[in-house]
């Protein structure tokens, strides 16, 4: 065979093989279950990645938030966390403690006895009513803060009651039947109470002494003539809003006693022993005298 039939031959054979290895070397078929496969991973770390951007955002104080730039690149700028604001409740304001009114002057808590140590005498003797008390009362005593305290001074033991202590004197407040407690409190506790209560009598004189006020100014009868003295003593009553000013002469000494709503407190020191009880003088405010216990017939003028 020549040459150029064998070369002939060779580009046929070559041919062929062309043609086979066209159907023999094609692309393989795509791989469809890899795809998917991995098109599921795929979105799985997408929705994966998502949560947790919105439990980040969750997590972020209520001020954080992001804002888009104008450009719209997504760029964002988180701002610094607003701290929360909550409203902080003042405190209550202290309850004012409730308790009785003062005297109208200082000068009625005598011998250095302070307006507190007189309103916690108050409190005992009223605590002292209802631990002693037999029965339900026609006048119910009411609390503390029902009272003005009017006077409270040393009280001196006698033969009937032995041992000093203090002598508190308070009266219910805008009361018409003009109750009134006087209360000795000895040894640190209340020993006694004597409360009187009652409209004034139609015709009444203008002023009018305590009926009960006697325990204030004078010792037992058991020690007529043997008084304790120095002594401390002390008048009360009521007077008419026409009696501009008051005076009780006792022993060798006259006082002008404190007028405080409506009653009167008088005050002062016996150096020696007496027997006539305080002589009480009311005058009106142009200095006449409207009243004087040495002619009131209904008043004690001597100790028993």
Same mark, same amino acid.
């Given at each position: ?146 009272? *003005?305290?009017?006077? #409270? ?5 006698? @033969?009937? /009651? %032995?041992?000093? &202590?203090?002598? +508190? =004197? ?15 409190? *000895?040894?640190?506790? #209340? ?5 009187? @209560?009652? /409209? %004034?009598?139609? &015709?009444?004189? +203008? =002023? ?15 020690? *007529? ?80």
């Amino acid at each position: 065979m020549s040459d150029e039939e064998q070369e002939r031959d060779l580009e046929e054979r070559l041919r062929e093989l062309l043609a086979e290895d066209a159907y023999t070397i094609r692309p393989a078929p795509a791989p469809y279950p890899e795809i998917r496969r991995r098109g599921v991973a795929e979105r799985r770390r997408r929705a994966a990645a998502a949560g947790a951007v919105l439990v980040t955002l969750a997590a972020l104080p209520v001020g954080a938030y992001a804002v888009t730039g104008n450009d719209g690149g997504g760029s964002t700028t988180a701002t610094s966390p607003t701290p929360s604001v909550s409203a902080t409740r003042s405190p209550a304001p202290s309850p004012t403690p409730s308790g009785p009114a003062r005297p109208a002057t200082e000068g009625q808590l005598l011998d250095g006895i302070t307006f507190e140590q007189a309103a916690d005498a108050l409190d005992q003797c009223l605590a002292y009513d209802e631990q002693h008390s037999l029965g339900p009362r026609d006048t119910d005593l009411g609390p503390a803060d029902s009272y *003005r305290i009017i006077l #409270a001074m040393n009280s001196t033991g006698d @033969s009937n /009651a %032995p041992g000093d &202590g203090m002598y +508190v =004197v308070a009266v219910k407040k805008d009361d018409e039947h003009s109750t009134r407690l006087i209360c000795n409190i *000895r040894e640190g506790e #209340a020993q006694g109470l004597n409360i009187s @209560s009652g /409209a %004034p009598d139609p &015709g009444s004189p +203008v =002023v009018v002494p305590d009926i009960n006020g006697g325990k204030l100014y004078q010792q037992s009868f058991l020690d *007529r003539g043997n008084w304790k003295l120095p002594f401390r003593w002390g008048v009360i009553g009521t007077f008419d809003p026409s009696v501009a000013k008051i005076t009780v002469s006792y022993g060798a000494t006259t006082s002008r006693a404190d007028l405080d709503h409506g009653w009167f407190v008088a005050s002062g020191v016996l150096e020696r022993q007496v027997t006539a009880a305080p002589r009480i003088k009311g005058y009106d405010a142009g200095g006449n005298l409207v009243y004087d216990s040495d002619e009131d017939t209904s008043y004690q003028k001597t100790l028993p």
